[in-house]
């Protein structure tokens, strides 16, 4: 029951850091997340991918005037994909 209760906490701390637009530290904190409670190397290698998306995406961002609306929705196709991976660690337990 205590990893359950550690598993939910740190799922939290994540959501929250989705919620304050905090997306590099939320995918940082998301790899520690399956790096600690899953068995599922394809899930942090996937973390994996979608950081360097990220970064990909934050550095084209910075590059172009007037994307404003393309960045954010491939930030928030990124943000759900990370949501939905959360979901899969927490719900191998």
Request: proline letters at 0%; a negative charge; aromatic letters at 6%.
């Amino acid at each position: 029951m205590e990893i359950q209760n550690k598993i939910r906490k740190r799922k939290e701390e994540i959501q929250l850091l989705v919620a304050a637009g905090n997306i590099k530290k939320a995918i940082k904190r998301s790899m520690d997340y399956a790096s600690d409670f899953c068995h599922d190397n394809l899930i942090l290698q996937s973390l994996i991918e979608l950081n360097i998306d990220y970064n990909v995406l934050l550095s084209q961002e910075g590059r172009s005037n007037g994307q404003g609306d393309s960045f954010r929705s491939e930030r928030n196709t990124l943000v759900i994909k990370l949501l939905e991976h959360l979901d899969s660690i927490e719900s191998t337990f």
